[in-house]
T-cell receptor, first 111, second 114 residues
Framework: LAKTTQPISMDSYEGQEVNITCSHNNIATNDYITWYQQFPSQGPRFIIQGYKTKVTNEVASLFIPADRKSSTLSLPRVSLSDTAVYYC????????????FGGGTRLMVKP | DTGVSQDPRHKITKRGQNVTFRCDPI?????LYWYRQTLGQGPEFLTYFQNEAQLEKSRLLSDRFSAERPKGSFSTLEIQRTEQGDSAMYLC????????????FGPGTRLTVT
């Protein structure tokens, strides 16, 4: 599975847009990019997945450039409740479909 | 449907004791996963079931660990002769046959070995 690199932590303020970038230089042709969110003492929660260009859902947007060597998770107008760890995962999810998590990005939203 | 449930939520045990955790996946999901998460780290894959068949096990799953999923419904994870290094959050996740990339996680069982 392609290794990912993302910032260890980020700070933001309520109402701001937050962009978390993930590098995955060795992404393979069949790999998808998936983001999970985890609150303290809870299991991770799927946020969004994409293969190329842009994907948007009710929670976030995912921007993937043409070379797919990086991706950016965009959270619009964050609130205090968005304080969490955000994980970027890359993989083809064939067969076993096990997820490989890195260290994630700890987002702290301040009032 | 209330999602993936795990029991107990917290377990404190003494070194050398055996512990067993239970996971109830979302009812229509045929894939079930176990992960382990230590403080400050992302979850690490332990093992995976498709229906009742255990299809993959991580090297992290030593001989002291065993997992079952009888009848393809709930699953149990047993740790024998617990060690302090086993202290972690044990997470269970399930996914349907389709939409394979999205896994639904339970709240986890926090194990503390003293």
């Amino acid at each position: 599975l392609a290794k990912t690199t993302q910032p260890i932590s980020m700070d933001s303020y309520e109402g701001q847009e937050v962009n978390i970038t993930c590098s995955h230089n060795n992404i393979a042709t069949n790999d998808y990019i998936t983001w999970y969110q985890q609150f303290p003492s809870q299991g991770p929660r799927f946020i969004i997945q994409g293969y190329k260009t842009k994907v948007t859902n009710e929670v976030a947007s995912l921007f993937i450039p043409a070379d797919r060597k990086s991706s950016t998770l965009s959270l619009p107008r964050v609130s205090l409740s968005d304080t969490a760890v955000y994980y970027c995962l890359v993989g083809s999810y064939n067969a076993g479909n096990m997820l490989t998590f890195g260290g994630g990005t700890r987002l702290m939203v301040k009032p | 449907d209330t999602g993936v449930s795990q029991d107990p939520r917290h377990k404190i045990t003494k070194r050398g004791q055996n512990v067993t955790f239970r996971c109830d996946p979302i009812s229509e999901h045929n894939r079930l996963y176990w992960y382990r998460q230590t403080l400050g780290q992302g979850p690490e894959f332990l093992t995976y079931f498709q229906n009742e068949a255990q299809l993959e096990k991580s090297r992290l799953l030593s001989d002291r660990f065993s997992a079952e999923r009888p009848k393809g419904s709930f699953s149990t994870l047993e740790i024998q002769r617990t060690e302090q290094g086993d202290s972690a959050m044990y997470l269970c996740a399930s996914s349907p046959r389709t939409g394979h990339y999205e896994q639904y996680f339970g709240p986890g069982t926090r194990l503390t070995v003293t």
